[in-house]
């Protein structure tokens, strides 16, 4: 199975992260002081080689929206 | 003696499960274990029936369910008890069916359906669109096109609801 943002060169973890920010937007108000909490969560990835860890690099997240508003 | 014994062959493994399938149903309930990174949603939680939408397709998962591993798609959970159904909205995850009626769903971002801000739906919804056929490059456009996916499924939910 292939899907069309793994074709574009994404990889689960940005999909999922996107999904995840997306359905936080919507949340009623009430709950959005709870939920912000979690928000810019990232995931940090270095590559091993001979025992030492290479430089380490941030998963980018895909922004979908003006800076101000995430 | 040879033509009897082919024929009672097929007889006896038939029987054997028999056996076989009918001690395994008489377990009954379903087993909901419903985790998210930050929360335990529920664990250990008695239900007779879930309903979650795979990328595969739409399941609705019983007791003694075969054991499968499914990737959720962004949609609607709805665990079914005799006290009625819980309905959550998930923004993808796995749902693991284990062959002991226990069923493990992880999600990254799970509510109930009535924390869903309708208004804020619609307008998050055409906003992803607009991003979606004008982004300049493919991976925002394709980012977009997850957003719209979700909030058309989270849509259909709500309206779902109202009916």
């Known amino acids: 199975m292939s899907f069309a943002w793994r074709t574009a060169g994404m990889n689960y973890l940005q999909y999922s992260s996107i999904a995840a920010r997306a359905l936080r937007r919507v949340v009623k108000a009430d709950l959005q002081t709870e939920i912000a909490k979690r928000e810019g969560v990232a995931i940090k990835f270095a590559k091993w080689d001979n025992g030492k860890a290479g430089a380490l690099n941030n998963v980018p997240l895909i922004e979908t929206r003006p800076k101000a508003e995430n | ?163």
């Open chain 2, 1 to 163: 003696m040879s033509f009897i014994t082919r024929a009672i062959k097929p007889a006896t493994r038939l029987a054997a499960r028999r056996f076989y399938a009918s001690e395994a149903a008489s377990s009954g309930k379903l087993i909901v274990n419903f985790a998210l990174p930050h929360e335990s949603v529920l664990k250990n939680h008695e239900v007779s029936q879930v309903d979650l939408s795979a990328v595969s397709g739409d399941l609705g998962i019983l007791a003694d369910h075969v054991p499968t591993i499914e990737q959720l798609k962004p949609g609607v959970i709805d665990l079914i008890s005799e006290s009625g159904s819980q309905k959550y909205f998930v923004s993808g995850g796995f749902a693991i069916m284990n062959p002991n009626s226990v069923l493990n769903i992880n999600a990254i971002e799970a509510f109930k359906i009535e924390d869903i801000d309708a208004q804020a739906v619609a307008t998050n919804l055409a906003e992803s669109q607009r991003l979606a056929s004008s982004a300049k490059d493919e991976i925002t456009k394709e980012a977009a096109a997850i957003e719209v996916e979700l909030y058309e499924a989270l849509q259909a939910a709500l309206s779902g609801k109202a009916k």
